[in-house]
């Protein structure tokens, strides 16, 4: 867990310190759709923020260089196997992280636009993200390992955050209230 701070600490510290200039930005877009005459400024102001300050912590600390193990894994659940004799505290940081790092876009983006409000759709955009974050890592040597397993996990990530603010999808909302 020391090493997950020492990788990380700073880019906790700045996203800590990012949320009211996070909670700025939504108030001044708000605004400034309201006065566009946008049908539903706050709502999409909140997700598009939202999507940004959510998403981008997680990027940033996937593309931080690092002194690890360099590779490629393409053969599914290997790694997640490779993962049964780890302490708990790294299965956590591994497969929780993992989970979490396109959670925001998969929990925003179908309340943000009625054309993005389909699991299918959250999922293959967040898998060509995930496989872009990982060819990154790898064409970037920076000394991470590339793996299928991150590209489901961070899918699965959004899947879920997406199925758990379907109630406020923007498909759902009534027509004219939400820009389509």
């Keep these: 867990m020391a090493r997950t701070w020492e990788l990380w ?3 906790i510290i700045a996203g800590t310190f990012a949320l009211p200039l996070a909670l700025l930005a939504i108030l ?12 539903a400024p706050l709502r999409t102001s909140i997700a598009d923020v939202g999507i940004v300050a959510g998403t981008a912590p997680w990027i940033w600390m996937i593309l931080t260089p690092s002194s690890g193990q360099t590779g490629v894994s393409l053969v599914p659940f290997m790694d997640l196997a490779d993962l049964a004799g780890a302490p708990w505290e790294a299965v956590l940081v591994q497969v929780g992280g993992n989970l979490l790092v396109f959670a925001a876009l998969g929990a925003l983006l179908p309340v943000r636009s009625g054309a993005m409000s389909s699991v299918a759709r959250v999922a293959a955009l967040s898998a060509a993200f995930s496989v872009l974050v990982e060819v990154l890592q790898y064409a970037l040597r920076l000394g991470r390992f590339s793996s299928v397993d991150d590209v489901l996990l961070n899918t699965t990530g959004a899947v879920i955050a997406a199925l758990i603010t379907r109630r406020w999808w923007a ?10």
């Design 9 to 11: 600490g700073k880019v």
């Design 171 to 180: 498909g759902r909302i009534p027509a004219g209230i939400v820009p389509r």
């Design 28 to 39: 001044l877009l708000s605004r400034h759709r309201a006065r566009a005459s946008h049908p």
